[in-house]
């Protein structure tokens, strides 16, 4: 066989390797009405599935790369072994005195930058794609803390709170009368704030005692900044991650296409308990999305008089 017949087959295997494995290993999880819970799961070796625009671009994007980075190395291991068969001293006893050839070192040159070329043109279309935001239908300001999220509605008067993980105690098997009924009154409250009739399926580690809900099909604009220490807001499955500055404002946007949860977890080392500040986005149709707003002013109405009391509360004295 000619050896572009074989660079042909190679590349044919390869591509049809990445693209049926990409999907085959994206694990989709749902809950019992089998809407998406974004997640990790065990054993989980890829992405997880794309819910936004932004995700499937990159998952996208990823598959290319690893096109080209397999083929490469397939291709340099052929020829490393082809040096250690055809020129070993027993085969090839005496060497051959060569040192130049003009066709073969312009090829080594501009085969690199072709690859390049390749991976530059989507990768700044993506990067351009991610970083212009579109109009905004809800504008949300996400604030870092030491170790919690602060959010608030800019649009939606003064409804803001606070995310907070919910303790391992809540996991526990066993639980003692005041954990078990404090842990009743934060779902609870989750449960009315989302209209739900059962208890929602819970993860350890990564469930809050308030979720950020946005409407499905919806430019949301989220303004990042932190109150103390670097912090980095993410959603993995939305394919958005972004630094919270202290004194700076990051924005980021997503459109999410698929009702349901989606966690995320502080990806900025900002201290002792940096792992302990999910995230919890609750996508949600349009017209839930007004019911929430609803219930929501309503339950943090006194969050507002809260605010002031801790601004003054971090005033330096005078
Ligand atoms: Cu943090």
Redesign the pocket.
Known sequence: MKFHKILAVVTAAVTTAVMLASPLLAQTVTNSDGERIGVAVEKQINFQPAATEIMERIISFHDLLLIIITLTTIFVFVLLGIVIVKFNRKANPTPSKTSHNVILEVAWTLAPVLILIVIAIPSFKLLYYQDTVPDADVVIKAT????Y?SYEYTEEGGLSFDSNMLPDSYFADEMTEDVAAERAMIVGEIQHLLDMDEEPQMYRLLETDTRIVVPVNKNVKLVVT?SD????WTIPAFGVKVD?VPGRINELWFNATEIGTYYGQ??????I??AF?PIVVQVVSDEDYAAWLVRAKDMYAENVVDNAVRMAAVQPAS
């Not at 502080?266 to 201290?271: A, F, N, P, V």
């Open positions: 870092g803390n030491q170790w999220w932190a220490v670097i912090h980095a919270a502080c990806s900025e080392l900002c201290g308990r940096h500040m």
